[in-house]
């Protein structure tokens, strides 16, 4: 990570949010599929809001988008990869929840302890 100061869980989830946005906005069908091919109807939902990004935000996308290969987990990933994309305006994330039988109270608690794993590998490799 760029910088000389650590990000909180919150702000991890901002970035990872704000980074679809700018994917889903810009991409054009090369991008990271591995995390978007999750969500098909991704363009639809999020990439109407057509807007154009500086490069220092579109870096920022790409650097949070390889904070998710930090999350060993697959299943701790993907739940963690379907929260952002509906927090970044994908859908409902309770859907996704229903879909998958989870409890939604569980994997959003789950996530949090994600998110402040992810705090701390991220403060050790700055």
Not at 32 to 60: D, G, H, M
Not at 103 to 120: F, G, I, Y
Request: one cysteine or more; charged letters at 30%.
């Amino acid at each position: 990570m760029s910088g000389s100061f650590s990000l909180d869980a919150e702000e991890i989830m901002s970035r990872l949010v704000e980074a679809m946005v700018v994917v889903a906005c810009t991409a054009k069908g090369d991008g990271p599929r591995s995390i978007l091919s999750a969500w098909p109807e991704y363009q639809r939902k999020i990439a109407r809001r057509k807007r154009t990004f500086e490069p220092r935000q579109i870096s920022l996308a790409e650097e949070a988008l390889t904070w998710f290969a930090l999350v060993d987990d697959p299943d701790s990933r993907r739940a963690l990869q379907f929260e952002v994309l509906c927090k970044a305006g994908g859908g409902r994330f309770s859907s996704i929840c229903d879909t998958y039988g989870w409890k939604r109270s569980t994997v959003t608690s789950r996530n949090r302890v994600v998110l402040n794993e992810l705090a701390r590998k991220l403060a050790v490799t700055d």
